[in-house]
C-alpha cells in the first residue's frame, strides 16, 4: 500500500519568513495531492491540493509543487502569519483504491 | 453547498460500555465516507471507507465496527469501548465523479475519552 513521509515533524519560524514542508510517497498510481491545516480541536481543512498532471499550483500566499518523477511534493508558505500556526497535514490519494494515505503532520509555529 | 455533521462532539464513556457516532453529509449524493481516528499529538488512522450504501472496508482490524445505513449516514459502533479507543474521531467525505474526485472534507470532530 501507499506510504507518504512528511518531514518535518515540527516547524518554528519568525513572522514574515518562509515555511516549507516536505512529502514523500511511495505509490507511483497516487495521482492526487491535498494539503489540510488543522488548528486545534477542529477537523482539517483543505488548503490546497494538486494533481498528477500538474507541477505546480499557487494560491495567493501558498503554493504546492510535484516532482512525479521523485515521488515528492512540497507546501511552500510565504510571508508567514501567526494565524498560519496550526498542524499542516500532505497526503496521497489513489483513484483506483478510492482512500487517501496521511502524513502523520507538521506542527507549524510563527513567532510574532 | 455541501456541509457535513458529526455528533456528539464529546463524548466520554467506561470501558466495556457501547458506542455510536453519527456522520451526516448535505448538499451531495453518492458521496464517498470516511472514517479517521486521531490520537493526541499524532496523523489520521483510517479506520472504514465506504463507497456506497452497505459497502464498508475495513482498514484496522479492532473492536468498531461502521455502518452505512443510507446514502449520506455513516456510524461508527463499539459494543464494547477499550481504553485505548479514545482519541478524536473524524469523518470525511468525497466525491466520486466529479473533478474535485479524491478531494476529502472533514467534519469538525467527536473527542471520545473512555475511561
Known amino acids: 500500500g501507499e506510504n507518504v513521509e512528511q518531514h518535518p515533524s515540527t516547524l518554528s519560524v519568525q513572522e514574515g519568513d518562509s515555511a516549507v514542508i516536505k512529502c514523500t510517497y511511495s505509490d507511483s498510481a497516487s495521482n492526487y495531492f491535498p494539503w489540510y491545516k488543522q488548528e486545534l480541536g477542529k477537523g482539517p481543512q483543505l488548503i490546497i491540493d494538486i494533481r498528477s498532471n500538474v507541477g505546480e499550483k499557487k494560491d495567493q500566499r501558498i503554493a504546492v509543487t510535484l516532482n512525479k518523477t521523485a515521488k515528492h511534493f512540497s507546501l511552500h508558505i510565504t510571508e508567514t502569519q501567526p494565524e498560519d500556526s496550526a498542524v499542516y497535514f500532505c497526503a496521497g490519494y489513489n483513484t483506483n483504491a478510492g482512500k487517501s494515505t496521511f502524513g502523520d503532520g507538521t506542527t507549524l509555529t510563527v513567532k510574532p | 453547498s455541501q456541509t457535513i455533521h458529526q455528533w456528539p462532539a464529546t463524548l466520554v464513556q467506561p470501558v466495556g460500555s457501547p458506542l455510536s457516532l453519527e456522520c451526516t453529509v448535505e448538499?451531495?449524493?453518492?458521496?464517498?465516507l470516511y472514517w479517521y481516528r486521531q490520537a493526541a499529538g499524532r496523523g489520521l488512522q483510517l479506520l472504514f471507507y465506504s463507497v456506497g450504501i452497505g459497502q464498508i472496508s475495513s482498514e484496522v482490524p479492532q473492536n468498531l465496527s461502521a455502518s452505512r445505513p443510507q446514502d449520506r449516514q455513516f456510524i461508527l459502533s463499539s459494543k464494547k469501548l477499550l481504553l485505548s479507543d479514545s482519541g478524536f474521531y473524524l469523518c470525511?467525505?468525497?466525491?466520486?465523479?466529479?473533478?474535485?474526485?479524491?478531494?476529502?472534507?472533514f467534519g469538525p470532530g467527536t473527542r471520545l475519552t473512555v475511561l
Open positions: 470525511a467525505w468525497s466525491a466520486v465523479r466529479t473533478s474535485g474526485i479524491g478531494r476529502q472534507f
Open positions: 448538499g451531495t449524493s453518492n458521496p464517498n
